[in-house]
């Protein structure tokens, strides 16, 4: 069974917190990484499927090598004033969502359509 931990990494603490209280009804587990560095180790320590990651905090290419690194994890890129080229080159990374960090709807969906496309590639 795949791992029900969330690793949150936002460059704003406030909304950091606010996005943990709000995915510990979906999630067994919800960790804040402060730094790419300690994102990468939460990440592999828990066995995390979905990471929401701030783009104020962690860039397109971290983006990138996340996917890579980390295959089944399932990717939801946030910024408070998204642009289209944003956007697009977040999904071009490998996150399967953009959105609005507080948008929990959407991280949500990104979720659960990460985990039936994960499901799907693995039969």
Do not use: K
């Amino acid at each position: 069974m795949p791992s029900r931990t969330v690793v949150i990494a936002q460059n704003d603490p406030i909304i950091a917190l606010g996005l943990a209280n709000d995915l510990h009804a979906y999630f067994a587990r919800v960790t804040v990484a402060d730094s790419v560095v300690e994102l990468h180790t939460l990440l592999a320590r828990h066995e995390a499927r979905v990471a929401v990651l701030d783009l104020e905090l962690v860039n397109v290419d971290e983006v990138n090598r996340l996917a890579r690194s980390f295959g089944d994890l399932t990717i939801v890129c946030t910024h408070r004033s998204p642009d289209e080229q944003m956007w697009m080159a977040a999904l071009n990374a490998g996150a399967v969502e953009f959105c609005h960090p507080q948008d929990i709807r959407s991280i949500l969906n990104a979720w659960r359509n990460g985990f039936r496309h994960h499901l799907a590639a693995a039969a």
